[in-house]
């Protein structure tokens, strides 16, 4: 059985976040999951398609200098992120940033042996 459950979260990088929150949900018909400050100069933002698991996070590229660099990444849903990392971390991943809390949720990074990165997380209890 696999700690991980499946990918929660995945990254779009956005210029303006109210124009593409507009586009995701009247456009698209997505509905909206969380949109929440994230500090300033930008909100968490969640969409995702009626019934979906995985969602889009329309993060602020104005948050992210190195937008244009990177590609867009992927969160792994788990039920508890630091269990999960030891877990993994037992089996040899490489982790490359601890578990950390945020407001909405608990997040650690690891690598594939190809330098690729991925994200835990889960869900703060409310």
């Not at 009247?26 to 949109?35: I, N, R």
């Not at 398609?49 to 948050?63: F, I, K, N, S």
Request: net charge negative; proline share 7%.
């Amino acid at each position: 059985m696999s700690v991980i459950e499946f990918a929660r979260t995945i990254a779009v990088y956005v210029a303006d976040q109210d124009v593409s929150l507009s586009f995701y949900t009247e456009q698209l018909g997505f509905e909206v999951k969380a949109d929440v400050q994230m500090g300033v100069g930008g909100r968490w933002v969640q969409v995702t398609p009626p019934g979906a698991q995985t969602h889009l996070v329309l993060y602020p590229r104005a948050m992210m200098p190195n937008w244009a660099e990177l590609r867009p990444s992927v969160v792994f849903k788990c039920a508890d992120t630091y269990q999960a990392t030891q877990e993994l971390k037992a089996k040899g991943v490489k982790f490359v940033m601890e578990p950390t809390k945020m407001p909405w949720g608990t997040f650690a990074s690891f690598e594939d042996p190809d330098g690729n990165q991925f994200f835990l997380a889960d869900t703060p209890q409310v």
